[in-house]
């Protein structure tokens, strides 16, 4: 008998735990998405209200996701035959089509790798994680949420473009920010970079908080 896996927590800025696990789709190895975002989620149970308005809500933003090179993927303690059964009950019920992979993590393995068993919420079920995992496997930001309450899509999508922004240009995204608005130019560090940057151009408020256009 393998011994029980130790729960953990993943680390923002250090590489995500690696797996291998059956999902809806097929076998799926993390590591085999380098090269891709990857936006790993737990949800508590099939069959479920919440969960079901998550998985509609999920399948919604998809095609924007993909479009972003983001992998969507499911994940909680039920088997690859319930996530299939609750999929297609989905799309009779619902008119739904689930396009992405759901995980079937009956042992926890995944589960307590990403620390997504809280014992105050429950010990037998995950509560709603979501990761967002860079395309060189790195830990970029991590959502908690408890199992009363569903998720906000917006927030994922607007989350994973600040994130993808910061990236590209090297640059902070203020409190709130939208694709289109200014982004925060990083502060300076010493007293020769503040006299600089007073003097690049940039919307400054003082020479810690600076904006710009992208």
């Known amino acids: ?15 995500a735990p690696d797996f291998e696990a ?19 989620f737990s949800h ?6 919440v969960c079901t308005t998550e998985f509609m ?8 996701l993909a ?27 619902m008119g739904v089509d689930i396009p992405f992979p759901v995980i079937a993590d009956l042992d926890m393995k995944v589960a307590r ?9 429950s010990s ?21 949420y408890p199992m009363s309450n569903g998720r906000s899509m917006p927030e994922i999508l607007r989350l994973t473009k600040a994130l993808q922004t910061s990236d590209a240009h090297g640059v902070a995204t203020p409190a709130n920010w939208q694709p289109g608005e200014k982004v925060i130019v990083p502060a300076p560090k010493t007293p020769e970079e503040i006299e600089k940057r ?5 919307e400054c408020k003082d020479w810690y908080l600076c904006f710009k256009k992208i």
């Open 198 to 202: 007073m003097k690049e151009g940039y």
């Open 124 to 144: 037998t079920s995950t509560i709603r994680t979501v990761f967002f995992i860079d395309d060189k496997g790195v830990m970029r930001a991590m959502l908690y």
């Open 57 to 64: 809500a999920f399948a919604g933003i998809a095609d924007e």
């Open 1 to 15: 008998m393998e011994p029980e896996e130790a729960p953990c927590m993943p680390v923002i800025g250090e590489a």
């Open 67 to 93: 479009r972003l090179n983001v992998q969507l993927v499911g994940l909680s303690i039920d088997s690859v035959h319930s996530h299939l059964a609750w999929v297609r009950n989905i799309k009779e019920k």
């Open 113 to 121: 790798r990403y620390g997504m068993i809280h014992p105050g919420q």
């Open 22 to 40: 059956v999902t809806t789709h097929g076998p799926l190895k993390l590591s085999d998405l380098r090269g891709k975002w990857v936006i790993l």
């Open 44 to 49: 508590p149970a099939d069959f479920t209200p």
